[in-house]
């Protein structure tokens, strides 16, 4: 009975999944009435939808607890990741009310199918639970793999879509296989009694709990896009609609990182000594094949997809790190990441129109001259991404790498060190382009009212958070407490 009407406690712990579940629904039926010249009015629909999610969560802030028998957490990390879900969540449909109006896909599902995402990504965060993370991760994984193949009439779109949805039924098999593994040695899916398990026994040498961390570490590395498990990352990222890059690059590589960090800090922490090793070396091989690969890039959706494998390597060496101050950087760089990545991407759209697509480095030639109040947002962009001061980048990368150094992992900070040089070629390459070449004729820019606000909220986290870093430092502390 208790599963049919579950109590009013529990209901009130995921009033923000509640409420987005509603709204999305109503998105849906929406999209019968409105005719389709007026689709974006559906988007407005869902950015009203995103800011009442919020405000749902906003007296939950200081609230603790767990529902449904522990299967959701409530608790400062998890709200942590929320609003970052929902800031992209808002920024995307912002900066694709004009771009897929462009790309002729401006239907109504693609707005519902943001939210369903976004709503996977937050029972991600919130998950205390195997079966309750996984359920998570498939409801925003179908979610992206449709979205990736929005533009139908685009054989690459197509691709995209498809190589994303046979690459992510593999990993999802083995993760899915992996937590099999863990209920069968420890007879609960339940990260606590996962971990009270363990404590109590002595199973650190067992190949069948080794083999399961492995296939945890496969299968979630597949969707933060560490190395070796990228290979699907730079051409989902090209042929997927541009504002779809975007969204996965930072909300699902968001979601992954919070399912990872639950995971292996919450449930499997008694195993730290053997997955930290691990994580060195995909740390280190993420950093330095992000970085060597996207050198020789020439598109730019695949320049910063490489970029965002990169980052995944320098987000994991907080993973190794494994501290509080590791962890709570871990949380600060990927609010950074959102606003420097997003508004890379957005850059991208800035000049798409129809018949062009914008995603070449060369597009952006003499933007400096023609364009420049543009070229110089862009290259606050790239000066983030490459961790030049002052910006938000540079705080983020400064607090990870002084976290590694401060726990003598010195040969991964020095890998970071090196790697996030050569990130400054490619970045300004593209800098190099738009001032120093072409002849700065006129180039026409997709500009709309909800782009320039989009772009104006992520110019202004990338200069705040760098300048002003001290608050967002503490949020982030604070939120890593409910790990340890």
């Known amino acids: 009975m208790e599963l049919l009407f579950p109590p009013l406690s529990d209901l009130k712990l995921i009033s923000p999944e509640l409420v987005l579940t509603v709204g999305l629904c109503l998105v849906l039926l929406a999209d019968l009435f409105v005719p ?39 608790d400062s990390y998890a709200m942590f990741f929320k609003v970052v879900f929902l800031l992209v969540t808002g920024l995307t449909i912002l900066i694709s009310l004009r771009y897929i109006a462009v790309e002729e896909i401006n239907l109504g599902e693609y707005y519902a199918l943001l939210l369903f995402a976004t709503l996977g990504m937050m029972i991600m965060a919130a998950g205390g639970d195997l079966i309750s993370i996984y359920l ?116 699902s590589k968001a979601a992954g990182f919070a399912a990872v960090l639950r995971v292996f800090f919450s449930g499997l922490g008694v195993l730290k000594p053997q997955w930290i090793v691990l994580l060195w070396v995909l740390s280190a091989l993420t950093m330095i094949l992000g970085n060597v690969v996207a050198v020789a890039q020439s598109n730019i959706k695949r320049m910063l997809a490489y970029s965002s494998v990169a980052h995944a390597g320098y987000v994991l060496m907080g993973f190794v790190v494994g501290t509080q101050r590791g962890l709570s950087a871990v949380l600060f760089y990927t609010l950074v990441y959102v606003f420097m990545t997003l508004g890379a991407f957005s850059m991208v759209i800035l000049i798409c129109r129809k018949g062009h697509r914008g995603d070449q480095i060369e597009d952006f030639k003499g933007m400096g001259r023609s364009n420049p109040i543009a070229a110089f947002v862009f290259l606050l962009f790239l000066l983030s991404l490459g961790g030049i001061p002052p910006t938000a980048g540079f705080v983020g990368k400064l607090y990870l790498f002084a976290a590694a150094i401060e726990e003598k992992f010195y040969w991964l900070a020095l ?29 026409e820019i997709s500009l709309s009212p909800a782009l320039l606000s989009a772009l104006g909220v992520m110019v202004l986290g990338t200069l705040v958070v760098g300048l002003y870093p001290g608050p967002f430092l503490e949020v982030a502390r604070f939120s890593v407490l409910s790990l340890f």
């Open 36 to 74: 389709k010249p007026r689709k974006t009015l559906l988007g407005v629909l869902s950015l009203i939808v995103v800011l009442a999610t919020l405000l749902a969560g906003l007296p939950l802030l200081h609230t603790r607890g767990d529902a449904f028998g522990g299967m959701i957490l409530l």
């Open 136 to 251: 998570g991760l498939e409801l925003m994984s179908i979610s992206t793999y449709v979205l990736c193949g929005f533009i139908k009439r685009d054989p690459k779109s197509v691709e995209s879509s498809l190589k994303f949805f046979l690459a992510g039924a593999f990993t999802s098999g083995i993760l899915l296989y992996g937590m099999a593994l863990l209920y069968g040695l420890t007879g609960s899916t339940n990260l606590q009694a996962i971990s009270r398990f363990l404590s109590g026994q002595n199973l650190s040498s067992s190949p069948v709990l080794m083999l399961a961390m492995i296939m945890l570490v496969a299968g979630f590395g597949f969707k933060i896009a560490a190395v070796p498990f990228h290979m699907w990352v730079p051409d989902v990222y090209e042929g997927a609609p541009t504002s779809v890059t975007a969204f996965l690059a930072t909300g």
């Open 415 to 443: 890998i970071a060190v090196v790697t996030s040089a050569i990130s400054i070629y490619y970045y300004f390459k593209v800098a190099m382009v738009m001032y120093m070449q072409g002849e700065g004729s006129a180039r």
